[in-house]
């Protein structure tokens, strides 16, 4: 798969390759380079939970996963009653 270099010196990854890889903007990348011409580019680990909240929210009981206000803190909480 070809891609070009712009004048900003940005190379841009191919949108089938975003898609599948799930690469969102400000994901970040480490460039190493392996010979003369030749560079890998390798995807900074995300964090553990990243797309949590979405699988969250995907759950197919309705209003199972509500997000919390930022103000609150962990003991403001209910935990529900799963069993």
């Known amino acids: 798969m070809k891609t070009t270099i712009s004048s900003k010196g940005q190379i841009v990854l191919p949108a089938d390759l975003r898609r ?14 392996v010979d003369e011409g030749e560079y ?25 996963f509500v997000p919390v206000d930022r103000e609150e803190t962990t003991d403001d909480v209910s935990v529900a009653d799963l069993g």
Do not use: I, K, Y
């Open 20 to 33: 599948e890889d799930g690469v969102e903007p400000g994901d970040q990348f480490e460039v190493e380079r």
């Open 40 to 64: 890998m580019l390798r995807r900074v680990s995300a964090r553990p939970n990243r797309g949590l909240v979405t699988l969250l929210r995907a759950c197919p009981d309705d209003d199972w």
